[in-house]
């Protein structure tokens, strides 16, 4: 009798579960695109990993407490990809363009690269896609340390409105990226502080503050 209930139990568990038992360690697929890691103090080569001795690394549902949300998607067919209509759908997104950085694309390639460096935040999500090519978003996380989020080719990703952050370019000089928005296109940095700004303030409240509480 109890070769037959523990056989019962088994069929009635998923592949996945299974696995988990087993001691195997199921991988988030995004993290093949995406990877995010604490950042060191150097004052190097910004497009550097800048990695932690030793490195420290930080999961995509550690990110998504920030409110930094990712998807892993198909790039090479993104023109015909049903889970990015989906997502646009779901989430608004309405505006499509694309950003191509690199030193022969963009004028004043050096200086642009720097000024993407500048601590700022938005007043709405920061939505990227990338296509092709690399590059780095790094954020802060509540306690005001960086977090550098390596985003490549078929890694998406939304920064929420108010989240201080900075880009650049990784040591391949190189990135493509979709930009998506909610109705008509926004650009606007503010560099910090602008810890009055009402977008900032409502980011505070439900990321920073409300996990403070929760924790206490």
Avoid at 116 to 121: C, D, I, N, P, Q
Avoid at 139 to 162: Q, S
Wanted: negative net charge.
């Amino acid at each position: 009798m109890r070769e037959d209930i523990h056989s019962i139990r088994v069929v009635s568990t998923t592949k996945k579960e299974q696995r988990i038992t087993m001691g195997e360690a199921v991988k988030d697929g995004r993290e093949e695109v995406i990877q995010a890691w604490y950042m060191d103090d150097s004052q190097d080569d910004q497009r550097l990993p800048h990695h932690k001795d030793p490195k420290e690394f930080i999961s995509l549902d550690k990110l998504a407490e920030l409110g930094v949300l990712s998807w892993r998607l198909d790039a090479d067919n993104y023109e015909t990809d049903e889970e990015l209509k989906k997502i646009r759908e779901s989430r608004g997104y309405s505006y499509m363009d694309f950003c191509e950085v690199c030193p022969e694309k963009l004028p004043n390639y050096e200086e642009k690269v720097k000024s993407f460096f500048e601590e700022h935040l938005h007043t709405d999500e920061e939505i990227r896609y990338c296509v092709a090519g690399s590059g780095y978003f790094d954020v802060r996380d509540r306690n005001e340390a960086w977090i550098r989020v390596w985003v490549k080719k078929g890694g998406m990703i939304v920064l929420p409105a108010g989240i201080y952050h900075r880009f650049t370019v990784d040591s391949d000089n190189y990135i493509k990226a979709m930009r998506l928005f909610v109705g008509e296109p926004v650009w606007t940095p503010y560099n910090r502080p602008h810890d009055h700004l009402p977008a900032r303030k409502e980011y505070v409240d439900n990321f920073v503050k409300k996990a403070i509480n929760a924790s206490a």
